[in-house]
């Protein structure tokens, strides 16, 4: 199958969802997770909001296409003005390492937390450090140049702000002000971009201020190379228009992008009208549009340029305005000293990489590198990247989308052709393709957006693990509805406001596990043990039960597919909980029967053990991506090996698994043994 086809409707569900009638997968597939920046440790946001829902997608490919097929990177975004100003204060606060050492201490802190949440990734490399680094600049090298060969960059001078007192040129978060773009919500402007993602020229940032003196900085006038980006609005259009047909884009993505696909526009209080009216023959041709019952106007250009033009117009009069979301020149480049070096493409003065830019295909660097570790030929990333019968799956956060699924894939078309009519926004086979970009509402922390940079403090990821297991956290924030919504994370060990008797939301789905699922498991070891010396009772599956556990397996293959992972949970919740009643009952008859002393006591006891130890298996396969550490101790005791995960044999039953039953002996199960635990602080509490 061509994944880059027009044929978006190939995995439409279709009506009686069945076996014959399934979603397609990928042979091959890159999972990416965002990048941290070098510069802080994990909160919990990285990780819940972002990083688990990457690890089970990329754990239930690993099941479901093959383990080999599947590479999971990501890595410490090492370079940017936010490192450079972290190292600053952390050397005020008497850190004593260089810039490197800063870097490392913070990606090596990173990478134990990722463990700790049980993140399987493949590698997690760190753009300016090791063997990963080295990478990074040889493929941000080539990307830079085949641009610029193919005439897709161009040169711009723009102004950039200067710290006249401290004597330097300042960068990114170097400057800190307010939002120009209309309709913003951010708490932060920076130099071109806000927190929230938006991009606008340095020069039309509200109330400037230097982070280095407080000072109101000067401008400046610098050149940089820049990527064409608005030139690529027609075929971004295009792009959109396929997502919009794909069932795994999320709404959020293609509303997102469309809102950057508009003209670019100027937003103006009415009371400056006159001096608009003024100045409305010396501009572009342009759109006024006046809306009756809003305080402000708008004036609609074609051109981007003729919008800046426009800008300076009403600066220089002093009228202040806003601008629209559109499309504006994607800068590479800066002169921040700690970044990757830039090639000097017409003998200008060296330059590094701008962060955003390089962090966008430092996946394919890490790829390589991860390659490279395993001592395969490094030229395989194309059979990942480049390839119809392979995709790529981005998880970032919603304020990512700018970046990742507009002038990342703009910059992908870019690399096909040097003709831009020959450009196509479904690239051939041996083109890097089209990626799938999974992005997360936000996660909120007591009904606040929590970010490091905000005023709310979001508690660490490590933290969080004095409360409660990893596996406990990534059922409930699996659980969210993150692809849907913006939802508030309300652990009550950290809720000022949670009363004693109430209970924690974040327990309920790990409770699921390890007060309901646990107990079905125990139950049938423990009779099996007691009744058949410890070999599992193995026939025919009764056909009710097949039909239950092939719905749960192929809707939550469905939601899979469709990255829905709070469908997901609920179909893991309804089956276990069926299990579990079946189990009751069907276990309840045989000991009725066997006090009676009816005869029959064996036949119906093999019959629930047989029919719950099926259960059991498939809700273990599918629990597999999201409780790893809980499902590996499962399938130890079932005594099975890896193959046991494979989809290959998912619609198996115990006795396809086994054969002959004499020689399939479970492991001895202790009393009281709990495969998917609480965390200590929770039996205590039990206890008292």
Not at 220 to 249: G, I, T
Not at 311 to 336: Q, S, Y
Not at 467 to 496: C, D, I
Request: glycine share 6%.
């Amino acid at each position: 199958m061509n994944n880059n086809s027009g044929n978006h409707n190939e995995n439409k569900k279709p009506k009686g969802h069945t076996k014959d009638n399934r979603p397609q997968f990928p042979k091959r597939a890159v999972i990416t997770g965002g990048m941290p920046y070098g510069n802080k440790t994990l909160h919990f946001g990285h990780v819940g909001g972002v990083f688990v829902f990457a690890d089970v997608y990329a754990r239930f490919l690993r099941d479901r296409i093959g383990k080999e097929n599947v590479i999971f990177v990501s890595g410490t975004d090492c370079y940017g003005s936010p490192i450079a100003e972290g190292y600053r204060k952390a050397k005020e606060k008497g850190f004593e390492g260089s810039i490197e050492d800063y870097v490392r201490r913070n990606h090596e802190a990173q990478k134990k937390t990722l463990q700790d949440y049980g993140i399987s990734l493949d590698i997690f490399g760190a753009s300016g450090l090791g063997e990963s680094a080295e990478w990074h600049n040889k493929v941000s090298d080539g990307f830079i140049r085949r641009l610029y060969e193919l005439g897709h960059l161009k040169k711009i001078s723009t102004a950039q702000f200067y710290d006249e007192k401290a004597e330097t040129y300042l960068n990114g978060r170097q400057v800190v002000g307010k939002c120009p773009v209309q309709g913003c919500q951010s708490e932060k402007g920076y130099a071109d971009e806000c927190d929230l993602g938006h991009q606008y020229m340095p020069e039309n940032l509200i109330d400037p201020k230097s982070t280095l003196t407080g000072e109101t900085p000067v401008m400046k006038d610098v050149s940089n190379w820049y990527f064409r980006l608005p030139e690529y609005n027609d075929l971004m259009k295009q792009v959109v228009a396929d997502m919009e047909k794909q069932d795994n884009v999320r709404p959020v993505v293609t509303k997102t992008i469309k809102e950057f696909l508009e003209p670019p526009v100027i937003y103006v209080m009415n009371n400056y009208m006159d001096i608009y009216k003024e100045l409305a023959p010396k501009m572009a041709p342009h759109k006024l549009i006046e809306e009756p019952k809003k305080t402000s106007f708008t004036i609609e250009f074609e051109e981007l340029s003729q919008r800046d033009e426009a800008c300076r117009m009403l600066t220089e009069r002093g009228v202040r305005f806003r601008e629209g979301k559109t499309l504006v020149p994607f800068r590479l480049t800066g002169n921040i000293e700690w970044g990757v070096p830039a090639p000097q493409l017409e003998g200008e003065e060296p330059l590094t990489v701008w962060v955003w830019p390089e962090s966008l295909w430092a996946p394919i660097s890490f790829t390589i590198t991860y390659l490279a570790s395993q001592g395969k030929d490094t030229e395989l990333w194309r059979d990942y990247w480049c390839s119809d019968d392979a995709k790529v799956y981005q998880f970032i956060g919603q304020d990512n989308i700018y970046f990742y699924a507009i002038a990342q894939i703009a910059m992908w078309i870019a690399q096909q052709s040097a003709d831009f009519n020959s450009l196509s926004a479904r690239p051939a086979d041996g083109q890097l393709s089209m990626p799938v970009p999974v992005a997360n509402n936000h996660i909120l922390f007591l009904d606040k957006k929590a970010s490091s940079s905000s005023d709310i403090k979001p508690p660490m990821a490590d933290e969080l693990l004095n409360y409660y297991t990893a596996e406990q956290l990534r059922m409930h924030w699996l659980g969210l509805g993150l692809g849907v919504r913006s939802v508030s994370f309300q652990p009550k060990p950290l809720n000022p406001a949670a009363k004693p008797e109430d209970s924690d939301p974040v327990t309920k789905e790990g409770f699921l596990l390890s007060n309901v699922f646990n107990r079905i498991i125990r139950t049938c070891f423990y009779d099996t043990q007691k009744y058949y010396d410890g070999y599992m009772p193995l026939g025919q599956v009764s056909e009710d039960i097949i039909a239950e556990s092939e719905k749960a397996v192929l809707d939550y293959e469905w939601f899979m597919y469709k990255t829905e992972f709070h469908q997901v949970t609920y179909v893991l919740d309804s089956f276990i909980r069926k299990a579990s009643k079946y189990m009751a009952k069907a276990k309840k008859a045989a000991d009725d029967v066997e006090k009676a002393g009816d005869g029959n006591a064996d036949a119906l006891r093999r019959e629930y053990l047989i029919n719950t130890f099926h259960m059991i298996r498939v809700a273990a396969v599918l629990l597999h991506p999201l409780a790893p550490d809980g499902t590996q101790m499962v399938l130890e005791y079932l005594g099975f090996d890896e193959s046991f995960w494979s989809w290959d044999n998912i619609f198996l039953t115990m006795k396809d698994l086994c054969g002959n039953e004499e020689s399939h002996k479970l492991k001895f199960l202790e009393p009281r043994v709990d495969f998917f635990k609480k965390h200590p602080s929770q039996y205590k509490s039990e206890e008292n």
